[in-house]
């Protein structure tokens, strides 16, 4: 497989490189379908550039090529529910609209940063939809779904994953939420 996305990073087989990976993600991997995991690079970053934007500045990674995970808590009545939402770094998750609706709750919004973590096992800055806890629904915005390659969490802050924005919808648990993203402003 040949990563084009990198901008001045090395891109190696992730399934081959657990060491840049997350446990949970690492295991995600190889229970994947073989050919949908080899599609999937890592890359060692500085764990102080994770953010999405100093990320792409420093390693001249395009915006548009890289994708968000971000983790959705809502509740209805005494319930709680948790979602991953994949939107392009150059768009917002829709929370109050597409996800709530989704997610039949009365109220979303971002998980809390400590919560977050302790749920995926994962460090903030690297959260990935692979290996997220079973059961959690993984939206996937089309414009992801449609980008030949995207640029997300290794589940640490120390790597990053390249991957056809397909790739995500073999994910168990994972669903196509057309305008999930939308456009801030």
Known sequence: MRWTANGSLTVVPAAQHPELLAEAVSDALGALDPEV?????????????????AFCERYGVSLDAS???????GKRGGGIRFAACM???????DVNGAVRRRLDVRSASFAP?????ALTGMEYGGITPIG???????????AV??????????????????????????????????????TPG
């Not at 995991?37 to 934007?53: F, H, K, M, R």
């Not at 994708?67 to 808590?73: D, E, T």
């Not at 940063?113 to 973590?117: F, L, Q």
């Open 132 to 142: 997220l806890p079973q059961g959690w629904p993984i939206l996937v915005d089309g």
């Open 113 to 117: 940063m400590d919560e977050a973590v």
């Open 37 to 53: 995991a080899e599609t999937v690079g890592v890359a060692e970053i500085d764990p102080e550039l994770a953010d999405t934007a």
């Open 87 to 93: 939107v392009l770094a150059t768009t917002r998750a």
């Open 145 to 182: 779904a449609a980008a030949p390659e995207v640029v997300i969490g290794g589940g640490i802050r120390g790597s990053k994953l390249f991957l056809p924005g397909r790739a995500l919808l073999a994910l168990v648990g994972a669903e196509l939420v057309e305008d999930l993203g939308r």
């Open 67 to 73: 994708a968000n995970c971000v983790v959705v808590k």
